[in-house]
Protein backbone atom coordinates (compact mmCIF):
# COMPACT_ATOMS: atom_id res chain seq x y z
CA UNK A 1 0.00 0.00 0.00
CA UNK A 2 1.12 3.39 -1.05
CA UNK A 3 1.11 5.54 1.63
CA UNK A 4 2.17 9.39 2.97
CA UNK A 5 0.47 10.25 6.01
CA UNK A 6 1.36 12.76 8.95
CA UNK A 7 -0.48 12.28 12.10
CA UNK A 8 0.17 13.90 15.69
CA UNK A 9 -0.87 17.39 15.14
CA UNK A 10 -3.09 19.00 17.41
CA UNK A 11 -3.41 21.86 20.32
CA UNK A 12 -0.75 22.77 22.54
CA UNK A 13 0.14 25.42 25.10
CA UNK A 14 3.88 27.17 24.74
CA UNK A 15 6.06 25.53 25.92
CA UNK A 16 4.80 22.21 25.50
CA UNK A 17 5.80 19.28 23.13
CA UNK A 18 4.42 17.75 20.10
CA UNK A 19 5.24 14.45 18.14
CA UNK A 20 4.50 13.97 14.93
CA UNK A 21 4.67 11.08 12.39
CA UNK A 22 5.43 10.19 8.71
CA UNK A 23 4.16 6.74 7.43
CA UNK A 24 5.91 6.54 4.10
CA UNK A 25 5.26 3.41 2.71
CA UNK A 26 5.63 2.65 -1.19
CA UNK A 27 7.81 5.59 -1.14
CA UNK A 28 11.48 6.74 -1.81
CA UNK A 29 12.42 7.36 1.77
CA UNK A 30 15.96 7.87 1.43
CA UNK A 31 15.11 11.56 2.39
CA UNK A 32 12.09 12.92 4.34
CA UNK A 33 11.63 16.07 4.96
CA UNK A 34 8.73 17.74 7.27
CA UNK A 35 7.71 21.57 5.86
CA UNK A 36 5.32 23.59 7.37
CA UNK A 37 2.72 26.31 6.29
CA UNK A 38 1.32 29.30 8.20
CA UNK A 39 -1.42 31.41 6.90
CA UNK A 40 -0.11 33.96 4.47
CA UNK A 41 3.24 32.56 4.32
CA UNK A 42 5.52 30.18 1.94
CA UNK A 43 6.04 26.63 2.64
CA UNK A 44 9.13 26.33 4.31
CA UNK A 45 11.63 23.31 5.16
CA UNK A 46 12.09 22.89 9.04
CA UNK A 47 14.08 19.82 9.07
CA UNK A 48 15.15 16.75 7.00
CA UNK A 49 17.14 13.33 6.95
CA UNK A 50 19.16 11.64 4.47
CA UNK A 51 18.43 8.01 5.95
CA UNK A 52 21.10 6.72 3.70
CA UNK A 53 24.34 8.30 6.27
CA UNK A 54 21.48 9.83 9.22
CA UNK A 55 22.55 13.16 7.95
CA UNK A 56 20.10 15.50 9.32
CA UNK A 57 19.34 19.65 8.61
CA UNK A 58 17.06 22.05 10.52
CA UNK A 59 16.36 25.43 10.14
CA UNK A 60 17.59 28.15 12.06
CA UNK A 61 14.02 29.04 13.72
CA UNK A 62 13.73 25.03 14.93
CA UNK A 63 17.62 23.83 15.75
CA UNK A 64 17.65 23.39 19.28
CA UNK A 65 14.31 22.29 19.91
CA UNK A 66 12.73 20.06 17.29
CA UNK A 67 14.53 16.91 16.33
CA UNK A 68 14.13 14.27 13.43
CA UNK A 69 14.49 10.91 13.36
CA UNK A 70 13.71 7.72 11.39
CA UNK A 71 13.06 4.24 11.71
CA UNK A 72 13.33 2.47 8.64
CA UNK A 73 11.82 -0.92 10.50
CA UNK A 74 8.22 1.00 10.51
CA UNK A 75 9.13 3.49 7.19
CA UNK A 76 8.48 6.13 9.47
CA UNK A 77 10.22 9.68 10.07
CA UNK A 78 9.05 11.18 13.53
CA UNK A 79 9.59 14.79 14.40
CA UNK A 80 9.92 15.41 18.19
CA UNK A 81 8.63 19.39 18.70
CA UNK A 82 9.96 20.52 21.98
CA UNK A 83 9.61 24.12 23.69
CA UNK A 84 6.48 25.22 20.91
CA UNK A 85 6.03 28.62 20.33
CA UNK A 86 3.00 30.36 18.73
CA UNK A 87 5.29 31.47 15.94
CA UNK A 88 5.34 27.60 15.28
CA UNK A 89 1.40 27.52 14.42
CA UNK A 90 1.08 25.74 10.80
CA UNK A 91 0.14 23.41 8.84
CA UNK A 92 2.76 20.42 8.48
CA UNK A 93 3.91 18.23 5.82
CA UNK A 94 6.29 15.62 5.32
CA UNK A 95 7.56 14.97 2.22
CA UNK A 96 9.26 12.25 0.50
CA UNK A 97 10.86 10.86 -2.62
CA UNK A 98 13.74 12.90 -3.53
CA UNK A 99 14.16 14.72 -6.75
CA UNK A 100 17.83 14.28 -8.58
CA UNK A 101 18.11 17.85 -8.78
CA UNK A 102 17.69 18.46 -4.90
CA UNK A 103 19.32 15.54 -3.50
CA UNK A 104 20.84 16.87 -0.09
CA UNK A 105 19.21 19.79 0.11
CA UNK A 106 15.58 20.86 2.53
CA UNK A 107 13.72 22.80 -0.02
CA UNK A 108 10.19 22.14 -1.95
CA UNK A 109 11.96 21.16 -5.01
CA UNK A 110 13.58 18.71 -2.93
CA UNK A 111 11.32 16.66 -3.26
CA UNK A 112 8.05 14.95 -5.49
CA UNK A 113 5.28 13.89 -3.02
CA UNK A 114 3.79 15.28 -0.46
CA UNK A 115 0.91 14.20 2.36
CA UNK A 116 -1.60 15.97 2.99
CA UNK A 117 -0.50 17.74 5.95
CA UNK A 118 -1.23 17.98 9.77
CA UNK A 119 -2.50 21.25 11.85
CA UNK A 120 -0.37 21.96 14.86
CA UNK A 121 -1.61 25.09 16.58
CA UNK A 122 0.54 26.53 19.86
CA UNK A 123 -1.55 28.88 22.21
CA UNK A 124 -0.10 31.48 23.98
Known amino acids: EVQLVESGGGVVQAGGSLRLSCAASGFDDRAIGWFRQAPGKEREGISC????????YYADSVKGRFTISSDSAKNTVTLQMNSLKPEDTAVYYC???????????????????WGQGTQVTVSS
Open 49 to 56: IWTTDGRT
Open 95 to 113: AADPTPGGWGKCGIQSFGS
